[in-house]
């Protein structure tokens, strides 16, 4: 069974603060991904990874950075934390072709 | 154009009847769309999937129909029940590995 977990439920920051959040994936899949979900608006892709140490940006990228040194394990950084950055993060990862995507718990970020 | 417009955004439905959610796409690069499914709490997981030269796939309750021509597909769950409440959302994929999402529906299925 694919397991996609991320190492917070609930975070809390400091606007200006930099702000890690972790997902690690137990599949040795290709392909692992970062959405926000906001209400009305969907699963909004901000960066994606086919590699280790390789990335894309997705669609929403501004004021994020993502680091991928393991295959397992792909890592989203937000390097000046804004409210307008406040939201649910969800990690998902896949193999080669994207058809199913795995997807974590996610991770609720309030920016004060 | 890579948007999947997706509605509505909320939907009430009595126990035993059909919920039906509708999306609709513009890029004809799309090549297989999916339809996930979110309880609260939880990520989005893979419901059911259809590929474009396909009309129709069925899976238990729930089925999807796809018009090409129109560049449209839906979701119908018959005999909704109460534990399908969740948040539903609707997706294309891109080049083989960028999912594209709807908006997502809330479904409220009434006991």
Redo the contacts between chains.
């Keep these: 069974d694919v397991k996609?977990t991320q190492s917070s439920r609930y975070l809390v920051k400091r606007t200006g603060e930099k702000v890690f959040l972790e997902c690690v994936q137990d599949m040795d899949h290709e392909?692992m991904f970062w959405?926000r979900q906001d209400p009305?608006?969907?699963?909004?892709?901000i960066y994606?990874s086919?590699d280790v140490k390789m990335k894309e940006k997705?669609?929403i990228p501004e004021g994020y950075s993502v680091s991928r040194e393991k295959k397992e394990r792909f890592s989203l950084i937000l390097e000046s934390a804004s409210t307008n950055q406040t939201s649910m993060y969800?990690c998902?990862s896949?193999l080669?072709?994207?058809?199913?995507?795995?997807?974590?718990?996610?991770t609720r970020l309030l920016v004060l | 154009q890579q948007q999947v417009k997706q509605s509505p955004q909320s939907l009430i439905v009595q126990k035993g009847g059909i919920s039906i959610i509708n999306c609709a796409y513009e890029n004809t690069a799309f090549d297989y769309f999916p339809w996930y499914q979110q309880f609260p709490g939880k990520g989005p997981a893979l419901l059911i999937a259809i590929r474009p030269d396909v009309s129709e796939k069925k899976e238990g309750r729930f089925t999807i129909s796809f018009n090409k021509s129109a560049k449209q597909f839906s979701l119908h769950i018959m005999d909704s029940q109460p534990g399908d409440s969740a948040t539903y959302f609707c997706a294309a994929l891109f080049v083989g590995n960028k999912l594209v999402f709807g908006a997502g529906t809330i479904l409220r299925v009434k006991s």
């Excluded at chain 1, 080669?96 to 996610?106: C, H, I, L, M, V």
């Design positions: 996609v392909n959405y009305g608006l969907g699963l909004r892709l994606f086919y997705g669609d969800l998902a896949s080669r072709r994207a058809e199913t995507q795995y997807f974590g718990p996610g």
